[in-house]
Every structure is written in structure tokens, then in C-alpha cells.
Nanobody, 125 residues
Framework: QVHLVESGGGLVQPGGSLRLSCAASGSIFSINAMGWYRQAPGKQRELVAHITTGSSIIYTDSVKGRFTISRDNAKNTVFLQMNSLKPEDTAVYYC???????????????????WGQGTQVTVSS
């Protein structure tokens, strides 16, 4: 009913930059927090950054000063600008959104967490 689609991943050299985007579409809904997670091979999925509707932001320590999360509420889209990329940033990056499914009157029908399919980011020489 609600789909999150990531784009912008790819191969980049150390020190390079990538900009990820994630757009939500589908049924009538409202979005609370949105965020980015990543999972490297053989490792646990970890939070990278998240942002609330009011633009309150938090980053994991390893990306502070290098990554910037932002959102366009009107377009239900979240972005992750990644600068000064390091090989250890290599992972599949997943978009996440906390969603309220609503009716036309604005009543909440159900709340759930949605995930995108993931986009591969590879940082290598």
C-alpha cells in the first residue's frame, strides 16, 4: 500500500560523494520520522541518520560531519548527502519511514514502519 523507493547508490572512490534519495508513494498516509539504515555483509543493520517531520536530526557517530540528511515533506522524500566517503561506508543503504495510514478525514487507520528495497553503496579504489 505504501512503497519506499531508494535511488542514488553506486560505486565511488574514497573521498567522493553520493546523494541518496527515497520517495514514499501509495495510499493516503502521513509520515512521521524518516531515516537511513545500512547493512554491510555479515554485520548487523545500523542506523545512519534519521529526521523527524519537524526536522530534528540525529546521526550515528561514524558519519557526523560527513553525511547530511534532509527531507521534502511536500514530496514525501528523504535525502542523504554523503561526502568524504570511506571504504567502511560500503553497505546496502535502506530507507525507513514511520507511517500513519489515514482516511480522507485524517483519522489514523493504522501505523507501521516501512522499508525500502535498499540501494548498494560501494566505496573503493
Amino acid at each position: 500500500q505504501v512503497h519506499l523507493v531508494e535511488s542514488g547508490g553506486g560505486l565511488v572512490q574514497p573521498g567522493g560523494s553520493l546523494r541518496l534519495s527515497c520517495a514514499a508513494s501509495g495510499s493516503i498516509f502521513s509520515i512521521n520520522a524518516m531515516g537511513w539504515y545500512r547493512q554491510a555483509p555479515g554485520k548487523q543493520r545500523e542506523l545512519v541518520a534519521h529526521i523527524t517531520t519537524g526536522s530534528s536530526i540525529i546521526y550515528t557517530d561514524s558519519v557526523k560531519g560527513r553525511f547530511t540528511i534532509s527531507r521534502d515533506n511536500a514530496k514525501n522524500t528523504v535525502f542523504l548527502q554523503m561526502n568524504s566517503l570511506k571504504p567502511e561506508d560500503t553497505a546496502v543503504y535502506y530507507c525507513n519511514a514511520d507511517i500513519d495510514l489515514v482516511n480522507p478525514e485524517g483519522s489514523i487507520l493504522r501505523a507501521f514502519r516501512a522499508w525500502g528495497q535498499g540501494t548498494q553503496v560501494t566505496v573503493s579504489s
